[in-house]
């Protein structure tokens, strides 16, 4: 589920495009929160230009940028995604709070 102040999609594009105080939450536990997000909405991928801070099960992750993309494996047709944190990365795990 992703929310946001503003929002505007392309459709000839099938794209979208969300700013201001971007607030993602996703299926794993994770809460995310950016300025910016772009979607393509034909492949499924997100994009976060700028500064993203994420906390979760296991701690808290901020990035300069975000990147999360998937793909079908055409061996076995299973879908498999890759999310890639970049520019300034800062981890903080705690195993701790998982059980």
Known sequence: K?????GSINFIKQSAQLNGSVFINMTNGYKASSEKIQLNLKLGNLIAPGLIEATGPYGKISAGSMELSKHINTKTSQLNGNLRFSNGVTLIYLPSTVK
């Open 2 to 6: 992703i929310n946001s102040k503003k």
